[in-house]
């Protein structure tokens, strides 16, 4: 009988350092939940030199994969390094070496997570990823184990820290775009690159790693649909709370019989959707299951502890696994054949800000364009500003994504269209 699990660290930035110090402050309650002792052996890292306030002992750190692949001590691997080409290649060498590992990395398991879960299953070895997506929220073992007897038709969620942290921060404190990116990253929140996080790439990711689960089907990154927050514009905000609505950056995924469609989007929702006071750094994600009905989960969707949380509340499961030897047990085929919507086949509300030329027959002409595209339109204003230029308000009732971006189209081909000055879908009515 094993009396200490050894893990290999791969990583010691913002979730590796909150990962040792939840492994180390929080032994006595692992070692009673697990009946041994939990123990980090090997570090790896890019700069061995760098300066680290832990207690961990200096020479546990290595630059070297190998040394910790090589070491037959080490049960698990953690991999909270980042990035692709690396981390990807640290995953797979693990799992084929026989150790199973923990991830947080949703760059890597959007992009190549059905392949690596195969690998993963023919070498007996767990893979798990609980903080790829929601940071601190269980999420993924809610939708595998939880809600594993229902069929889930639909999620919609708020699935990345940094850009809900900036629109609060902005709406409320007046923050700027920069400083209140700044604050995201000096704060642990944003990506490496933290355009991932404003273009929305980072919440595409964690939709295509929800929706393939929830739908038991493979999504890849290219089905989803992305605009980021970059596309908010001055005056977007005050407007929309004008209408009774809040702007989130929202990942949404539906299926229905003619397939999935996924998006992340900026969108409108009404500021009684409990998604609208989701703030800061929170995540929250609505799961729509035929059985259960709706369930939605809230929780912190960055920084280092509460993504740490998640990492070791994988690691726990692992490590219960590797104890009773059903480690690599579950295996994670698809139960359905990937078949994504066509645009004419996904149907939403939109709300178009147009600027427009003040002159007589506009509105006529314009309202014309929706009409000749089979749209129906819920709401339409015209609002001038102090400089007499014209914005023209229209919020449309259901239409497909197909007519939105004709009647964009056409908006932009049109003489008396100065600029199409943003344009939202509406969420949750
Ligand atoms: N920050 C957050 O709130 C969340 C992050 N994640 C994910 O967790 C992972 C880690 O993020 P985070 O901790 O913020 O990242 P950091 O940049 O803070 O830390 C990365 C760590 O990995 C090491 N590292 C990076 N590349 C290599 C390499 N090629 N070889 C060896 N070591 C390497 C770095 O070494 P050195 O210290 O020497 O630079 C550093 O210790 C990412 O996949 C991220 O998307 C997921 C959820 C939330
Ligand atoms: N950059 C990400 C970190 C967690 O996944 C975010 O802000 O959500
Ligand atoms: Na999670």
Known sequence: MKKEINIGLLGFGVVGSGVAQILLNHQTDLQHKLGVSVQIKKVMVRNIDKDRDTSLAK???TTSLDDILSDDSIDLIVEVMGGTTDAKDAIERSLQAGKGVVTANK???????????KI???????????????????????????LASDRIHALTGIVNGTTNFMLTKMKEENMSYDAALALATELGFAEADPTADVDGLDAARKMVILASLA????VKLEDVYVRGIREIKDGDVELADRFGYTVKLAGTAKKDENGIEVAVEPVFLPNAHPLASVNNEMNAVYVYGDAVGETMFYGPGAGSLPTATSVTGDIVAACRNLLLGVNGKRKHAPQYERKVKEDAQKYSRYFHRIRVKDEVGVLTHLTSIYSDNGASLATVIQQMDENNETDLIIITHE??????????????????????SSYYRVEGE
């Open 59 to 61: 020479d546990i750190f």
């Open 107 to 117: 760059d890597v398991m959007a992009e190549v997570g059905p392949k690596l879960l």
């Open 120 to 146: 993963a299953d023919e070498n007996g070895c767990d893979l798990f990823y609980e903080a790829s997506v929601g940071g601190g929220i269980p999420l993924i073992r809610t939708l595998e184990d939880g």
């Open 215 to 218: 739908f038991s089907t493979e």
């Open 399 to 420: 239409i497909s994504r197909k007519q939105h971006l004709d009647i964009l189209d056409t908006l932009k081909q049109t003489d008396s269209v100065l600029g199409l």
